[in-house]
């Protein structure tokens, strides 16, 4: 894809933290079966500049992630990390083609956990709109992602309160 090697054009003049994420680029053939899951990650951000090495960095790092594994980024506001994160998600999920089964996105500090829970849940199919318990949605929640490879992100956190119910693992 052009935008990728634009990208790692631009990314390798910043820094030569790169070679890894290169290779993969030229290694990694398409998968044999199309993505299915849902990708509720905003649309991607067209100037991108920059972050080279952040972005190289937190996607060397994703592309390894052990599962129910939690990375945060951290920082005060208005220096980039969402843009890094939607930036990086459109990466891992267009190109390298993981996290088959879905990029899951929440900003916690505009949302209750439970209307997250259950828009999550209607993503995969399923209605829980009868449960009103946290407890009980995140347990529910927890048994349909169990068994899929997924990215969650979770954008604004602001206490740990906020987001211990909206982790898979």
Request: glycine share 8%; net charge negative.
């Amino acid at each position: 894809d052009e935008k990728i090697t634009l990208l790692l054009d631009h990314c390798r003049q910043e820094t030569g933290r790169l070679d890894r994420l290169a290779k993969l680029l030229d290694l990694i053939p398409p998968p044999p079966a199309p993505i299915s899951g849902p990708f509720e990650v905003p649309r991607d951000i067209p100037q991108f500049v920059g972050r080279g090495a952040q972005l190289a960095e937190l996607c060397e790092i994703l592309f390894d992630a052990k599962p129910h594994t939690v990375y945060c980024l951290t920082g005060m506001g208005g220096i980039g990390k969402t843009a890094l994160a939607i930036h990086a998600a459109h990466i891992l999920w267009g190109h390298f083609k993981l996290f088959k089964d879905g990029v899951l996105w929440a900003e916690p500090a505009g949302s209750d956990p439970l209307s997250i829970l259950k828009r999550w849940a209607r993503a995969y199919g399923y209605d829980f709109g009868g449960l009103s318990n946290l407890d009980d949605c995140a347990a529910a929640v927890r048994r349909v992602l169990a068994d899929k490879e997924i990215l969650v992100i979770l954008d604004d956190v602001r206490s740990p309160e906020q987001v211990l119910p909206l982790l898979p693992g």
